[in-house]
Structures are given as C-alpha cells and as structure tokens.
C-alpha cells in the first residue's frame, strides 16, 4: 500500500514538474556538449534571443486556455513595427511610437474578435484572414521598401535597464502580468472555463463573448509590445518581419503544458516552454547544426507536442471517466 502512495505521489510530482526537469536536463546536457554553453553571456544572449516570440507567446496561452488561437501575429507584429517606426521619425517620441504599435495590435486584434465572436467565425480562420490583411497592409505601406536611419527608436530594443536588456525587462513584466490575470482575477478564472467548456461556462453566467474579446484585446497589446522591440532590435522598419513568429509561440505555449483543446496552462509553464526552445535553438548553432536541420528538428518537436497534449487530455478525460463511475458505483452500493 505504502508503494502504492509512493508511486502515485512519484508519478504526481513528475507530471506536475515534469517541464522544469526537462529543462534542467536539457541545461546539463548542454554544459557537457559544449564548453562555452554554460557562462552568464550565453545565457543572456538566450533570453534577449527569445523575448519577442515569448511575449507574444504569453497572448498565445491566454488566448489557448479559452479555446482560441492567433495565426496572425507574426503579420500583425510587422504591421504594428512598421507604423511605430513611422511615428517615431514623424513626431520623435519613443512613447508615440510605442503607443502606435500597441493601438494596432489592440485594433487587428478586435478585429479577429469581432469576426471570431460576433459572427462566429471559427478563430483559425479570423486570425488566417488577418494574417494576409495585416502582412499586405504592412507591405502596401511601405510599398514593400525597409524603413532605415530610425535614429533613438532603438532605445526600445537595443539599450540595458540596470544589467538587463530592456526587451527582457519587457518579457519578465509581461510574463508577471500574465502570471497575475491567470492566478489572480476572475478574468483568469473565466479564461480557464470558457476554454475547458464554453457551454457550461455560458449557462453559469460567464459571458463567454467578452471573455474571448478581452483575451484578443490584451493578446494584441502584447503583439504589439513585441513589434515595436524588434524593429528597435533590427535598426529598421521590416514589412516582412515576424514570418513564423506565431507558431514559434505555439510551440512555447504548448511545450509549456498549454492545452491545445482549452482549459489548461500557465504563465511558468510558457516561460520555461520559451526557454527549452531557446536552449535547443543555442545549443544546436554551438555544435554547428544547419539552419535547414533546425527547422526540421523544430517541427518534428512541435509534432511530438500536439501528439503529448493529445495523449495527456485523452488519458484526463479517461481519469475523469474512471472516477465518475466509480462515484455512481458507490452511490448504487449506498442505494442497496
């Protein structure tokens, strides 16, 4: 019996923590491959390398857990860049600029709101739309040219706070944010319902449309957070940047635990999901694997993700199946 407890609290605690082992796995296996891995740069030069795509993914979780999804960020990100630069070299001021790009993430992002919510829309095919609008508007804008000589807008992307860089500064309060909204507000607790079951949560009273626009409202805010940090990164304005970016989100989100059904994930989770992909990524251009590997190697583990979170709710709902009958089982015992 004493085994017994020993293993299920064993097999509680893996599952529970299994993402952070990984990662410290993966940390000690890269310390042995590679003698430079394991130094204070290294480790800077990872988190300045994954802020953006994990400030975006932390819209993506949000956005997830209820059940929804964005396949236009990466267009929207290069959209929300391109009219912040421009408003920065019009009026000079770094706090215009990262205004615009937040106003044109909210503004896309309310858009596949209103298109996923209002007219029901599946969201895989709102945010797709978007993602071919916001790309051909941020390429009509520019008529397809780089915007270059951005002068102080760098500031938002290259400069320090303290010891740190500011688009990690950017990450660690975003992550704090989305931590909060989670764990800590009835937003948070709304997201979870919505997504583990909308029609449950809309005959408790959740109003289930404003719970997704708010997801979409606060997913564009980070979206466009994160395009005015790259173009600062790059020193200029790119209509084609961010191609990807999303489903590199994705992968974070869900390496990170996030449910690709809804209902489950965690700010932590995100985070530690963003660094494994970022530790992989590091890892794998210090042993000199090629680009083209790379991808290869990323879409086999974004496969080996969704297959997992298949499993993993699969063998949850069989869980909650077994205990259902068990409770039914008790209750005809009791009856007799």
């Known amino acids: 019996m004493n085994n017994n407890k020993l293993l299920s609290t064993w097999s509680k605690l893996t599952s529970k923590y299994s993402i952070y082992l990984v990662l410290v ?20 030069n990872i988190s300045r390398q994954i802020s953006i795509t994990t400030i975006i993914a932390f819209g993506e979780t949000l956005l997830i857990i209820a059940g929804l999804i964005d396949l236009s960020a990466g267009s929207v990100l290069a959209l929300a860049g391109v009219l912040s630069v421009s408003a920065y070299k019009a009026t000079g001021s ?34 797709l739309s978007m993602m071919t609008i916001a790309r051909g508007v941020a390429l009509l804008y520019t008529k397809g040219q780089n915007i270059y000589q951005i002068g102080d807008y760098i500031v938002w ?4 706070i303290f010891f740190l860089p500011t688009p990690v500064v950017f990450m660690i309060g975003i992550a704090a944010i989305t931590w909060y909204l989670l764990n800590h507000t009835r937003f948070g607790r709304y ?49 084609n940047a961010g191609i990807g970016f999303e489903f590199d989100a994705m992968t974070s989100a869900i390496i990170g635990g996030t449910s690709f059904s809804g209902g489950v994930g965690t700010a932590m989770g995100t985070l530690v999901g963003a660094f494994i992909m970022g530790l992989l990524s590091n890892i794998m251009n210090l042993i000199g694997i090629g680009a083209y590997m790379q991808q290869i190697i990323k879409g086999a583990i974004i496969a080996l993700a969704v297959m997992y979170d298949i499993y993993a709710k699969t063998k949850r709902d069989t869980r909650k199946l077994g205990n259902i009958e068990e409770r039914v089982q008790g209750d005809k015992s009791v009856g007799a």
């Open 25 to 44: 796995a993966m940390v000690i296996i890269s310390t042995i491959i590679s003698p430079v891995f394991f130094s204070g740069q290294n480790f800077a």
């Open 94 to 127: 770094l706090a215009v600029s990262l205004l615009v790009g937040i106003l044109v993430g909210v503004a896309c992002n309310f858009l596949n709101g209103v298109v996923a919510t209002k007219f029901k829309t599946p969201p895989f095919i709102a945010t």
């Open 157 to 160: 992307g290259q400069s320090n």
């Open 191 to 239: 997201l979870y319902a919505v997504g583990g079951n909308q029609e449950a949560a809309r005959a408790s009273g959740i109003n289930v449309d404003r719970t997704k626009m708010t997801a979409f409202l606060i997913n564009g805010v980070f979206v466009g957070v994160a395009g005015v940090l790259f173009m600062s990164r790059v020193n200029a304005g790119l209509p």
